[in-house]
């Protein structure tokens, strides 16, 4: 059965930075898609970034040039680097196995001075 588990969030300051954290077990890791999440309270989840199996990435408009996925095959784990984060980042993220689209439980990110 395949897991993943979140961390990393939690409340910072307008500018601030966050690194999140997805473990993914229970399956091969390395070959596959991950990508990141985030719903904002009242709207659609919406996909923030992604990273392939050879590590190519995608990004939203809205994060380009302030998030960085990345992910390390030898823990089984993405990231996502989170830098001058501004209020309108306020969201839960979701890490998602896109190969078997499971989700994380979500975690929360809040930006507010």
């Known amino acids: 059965q395949v897991r993943l588990v979140e961390s990393g969030g939690g409340l910072v300051q307008p500018g601030g930075s966050l690194r999140l954290s997805c473990v993914v077990s229970?399956?091969?890791?390395?070959?596959?898609?991950m990508l990141w999440y985030r719903q904002a309270p009242g709207t659609q989840r919406e996909l923030v970034a992604g990273i392939t199996g050879n590590s190519k990435t995608n990004y939203a408009e809205s994060v380009k040039g302030r998030f960085t996925i990345s992910r390390d095959n030898t823990k089984n784990t993405v990231y996502l680097q989170m830098n001058s984060l501004e209020p309108e980042d306020t969201a839960v993220y979701y890490c998602?196995?896109?190969?078997?689209?499971?989700w994380g439980r979500g975690i929360q990110v809040t930006v507010s001075a």
């Open positions: 229970g399956s091969i890791f390395s070959i596959y898609d």
């Open positions: 998602n196995f896109k190969r078997y689209n499971v």
